[in-house]
């Protein structure tokens, strides 16, 4: 490919030779070329690129998540994209760019829509909305109704698992957003619900449930 490219930048305008390689010298041919291409075609070229760039990258790879997750969004490549667009978020909220982290988990929550139906997609759903909620906390604020539904929801498709791990994960994150906001009866609730379903010989999370239910017990009615 380098080197038809090599040739295409020595007999057209559309492409020109640069130092780091063959490059479009202006954004509006290469938009203009990848308009033109049929649908199919252009998901096929960005699932070549994504393939392309993570065996050439390697173990640096994590370092283009966001780019990597949108070849292989538009690549029709569900599993792949939604891997490096969570990974993207993550790195995001790494160097605390918050706004970017969450736009990432909301793409990769819409690429979740396309993976098979099973507990796979409802755990990375779960997964993603869960970390969507903590962050638009930290945007936000604990009073963000967008964290509260984003919990919810979480909370919802993690009853369709068949562990219940990643539902007593949840209902912690609900029930210490429900005391923070002084919802101490919302809290209390799911602090219940979270000791009724925590695995045995989860300590931390039986330790935390404990910690919830002995919060301001005289408000609850």
Do not use: K
């Not at 919810?152 to 219940?164: F, K, Q, T, V, Y």
């Amino acid at each position: 490919m380098a080197l038809r490219c090599d040739q295409l930048a020595q007999r057209t305008r559309l492409i020109e030779a640069r130092d780091c390689g063959p490059a479009f010298p202006h954004d509006l041919h290469r938009e203009v070329l990848y308009e033109a291409l049929p649908a199919d075609a252009r998901a096929r070229l960005h699932a070549r690129v994504g393939a392309h760039l993570a065996d050439t990258y390697g173990q640096g790879a994590p370092d283009m998540a966001a780019e990597l997750g949108f070849h292989f969004a538009a690549g029709r490549d569900p599993e792949r994209a939604v891997r490096f667009l969570r990974l993207a978020g993550e790195r995001a909220f790494g160097r605390n760019a918050h706004a970017e982290g969450i736009r990432h988990l909301r793409a990769a929550l819409s690429v979740a829509e396309r993976l098979a139906p099973g507990s796979e997609r409802t755990r990375s759903e779960v997964e993603l909305l869960s970390s969507l909620g903590q962050a638009l906390v930290a945007t936000g604020g604990w009073s963000a109704p967008e964290a509260e539904e984003a919990l919810l929801r979480a909370c919802s498709l993690a009853g369709r698992l068949p562990d219940n791990e990643p539902q007593v994960s949840v209902l912690l994150a609900l029930a210490t957003l429900y005391e923070l906001r002084g919802e101490f009866t919302r809290s209390h609730a799911m602090a219940q619900e979270c000791r009724r379903l925590v695995p045995n010989g989860a300590a931390e999370s039986e330790l935390e449930c404990s910690e919830l239910l002995l919060a301001p017990t005289a408000v609850v009615s």
